[in-house]
């Protein structure tokens, strides 16, 4: 018995060990694990060597119209290499109930989006997504709770963030293009 005890508890601390090793290797984002809008497993790896502007999205808030203004900007700026990725979060009023399929529908219906979708995910709290984490976290630049939807994080091409924007910051504005195009210029 005492035995099986000892390989039990060095199964558990090996296993432990395992999971800390994994955490540590998903410290770039482009390793966290993520589902596309179709649920379909990936990642932000294509996306390396691109500038990305991650946004926590919601279909039903004061804020939605910003949809436009995020293609608008993908359009404007994708042939210089941004992205704009999409992450669908419900946890402000509830204002992202739909599953991944009316979310999509909804994105390509009313406001003509191309941009990444992704899906739905927690922004904060003890089931923040890791890459949320990553992003918000402690050991991020800009770090703090996410407020509302609509966030906003500029990542240059070497995959470090370079600014966060608060839910009023327009996509289109002087403010957020102006970090977009610094961020497009740097090599």
Known sequence: MVAAMKNLFHLFAAASVAAAVSLHAADSLYDIPLKDIDGKDTSLKAYQGKVMLIVNVASKCGFTPQYKGLEAIYQKYSAQGLVVCGFPCNQFLSQEPGTDAE????????????FPLFDKLEV????????????????????????????????????????????????????????????????
């Open 103 to 114: 979310i999509k529908a909804f994105c390509t219906d009313k406001y003509d989006v191309t």
């Open 124 to 187: 904060n709290g003890k089931n923040r997504h890791p890459l949320y984490e990553l992003l918000a976290g402690k050991t991020s630049p800009f770090p703090g709770n996410i407020k509302w939807n609509f966030t906003k994080f500029l990542i240059g091409r070497d995959g470090k963030i370079v600014a966060r924007f608060g839910s009023p910051a327009k996509p289109e504005s002087e403010e957020v293009t102006k970090a977009i195009e610094a961020a497009l210029a740097a090599k």
